[in-house]
């Protein structure tokens, strides 16, 4: 009886079978086909996007020759094959697409992806940023000022409402500023207190005051020609920007007392940041944070340029004697108190972002 009923239980099951393939026999397959067309058409969809390859413009002021140059083409480099070729970053040297005082604002209003600049640039843009810019903050070379300046940015808030426009890659420093004086090797306070120096930033601005001497703002790219004329009869500049602006072939002597660092910033437009994919958008990250080991490259050029001078004039680069320094730190001293008055006035807390700065300069060193 058992064998009976499952006999019979399939019969009827195998008759369903042939019912059903009969009668649905064309919707079925294209179910099935759709199915697999929609299969296919996303997995398709996943390959292409993983291939799509992404072009990002950056501006820049600086030469390709400089520092900054190489320091932008190793970056790029490095993105290009972190990403597999997928990112591929087209750098326009030279203020051939923007000015110093333009870069930033391209980035906003998406005429560029990406801007490397200089935040003293753009006045009271970045106010806390330039605490780096202070003189004899501690900051004894570009890589060292590089890492306090990004750790501080990371490990605080302090800035981010500065940068909150933009999506911010990388901040970075400089090598050291020494005085670069036109035809006058001058050896105390006193004498720097009768010249216009030309002072880029806040800080730079105040020290200048500090010292009794009238500060003159020169953009970078006009400096040569500002030195030239004695519209400046000297300038506070990094030793990079001395070789890579030529200033070198107008300035006879260098006072080698550490007047500060610039500071600078690599960011990127928020619409083109946003509109690449995910992975890449970490790749981008990561890969330009580690930019910052390269740069290594303005120590470099501050010794080539250091070993340069000294060949054609031994005594060119001096430093002053320990009473004058004194002085000079003194004033380096009163302006570090005048910024943080002013910084207190724009409703931050200017000594503790001061002390946090130091202490970044400070574990930078070890």
């Known amino acids: 009886m058992k064998r009976r009923i499952i006999s019979i239980a399939l019969c009827i099951a195998f008759a369903g079978v042939l019912l059903t393939g009969c009668g649905s026999s064309d919707n079925t397959g294209a179910a099935e086909d759709s199915t697999n067309t929609t299969d296919t058409s996303a997995a398709k969809e996943s390959a292409d996007a993983e291939s799509e390859a992404y072009e990002l413009v950056v501006t820049s002021h600086d030469p390709r020759t400089s520092a900054t140059g190489e320091f932008l083409e190793a970056w790029a480099a490095s993105v290009r094959e972190a990403s597999d070729h997928r990112i591929n970053i087209i750098i326009q040297h030279n203020s051939t697409l923007a000015k110093v005082n333009e870069s930033y604002d391209y980035v906003l209003e998406g005429k560029t992806d990406i801007a490397w600049g200089l935040q003293s640039a753009y006045a009271d843009e970045f106010p806390v940023t330039e605490v780096f810019s202070l003189p004899m903050l501690g900051i004894e070379d570009a890589v060292q000022g590089s ?186 001293e009163q302006t570090a108190a005048d910024w943080i008055e002013e910084i207190n006035a724009l409703g931050y807390d200017g000594q503790a972002i001061y002390e946090k700065a130091v202490k970044c300069v400070e574990e930078a060193k070890q």
């Open 147 to 332: 890492e306090a300046l990004w750790n501080f940015y990371n490990e605080t808030d302090y800035l981010d409402e500065e940068y909150s426009k933009v999506h911010v890659l990388l901040l970075h420093t400089n090598c050291k500023s020494p005085i670069a004086l036109v035809d006058e090797k001058v050896t105390t306070v006193e004498e720097l207190s009768n010249m216009n120096i030309r002072a880029s930033g806040d800080p730079a601005t105040l020290m200048v005051k500090n010292l009794g001497a009238t500060p003159v703002t020169v953009s970078i790219n006009d400096l040569y020609s500002s030195l030239l004329s004695r519209d400046c009869d000297a300038a506070i500049t990094d030793w990079h920007a001395i070789r890579s602006f030529a200033l070198n072939g107008v300035c006879d002597y260098y006072l080698d007392e550490n007047m500060g660092v610039s500071t600078y910033f690599m960011v990127m437009n928020l619409d083109s940041y946003n509109s690449l994919p995910e992975d890449l958008r970490e790749i981008l990250d990561e890969t330009s944070a580690e930019a910052i080991q390269y740069a290594s490259t303005w120590n470099v050029y501050e010794e080539e340029v250091r070993n340069l001078i000294t060949l054609v004039n031994p005594r060119a680069i001096y430093t002053f004697s320990e009473e004058e320094e004194a002085k000079l730190q003194e004033a380096a």
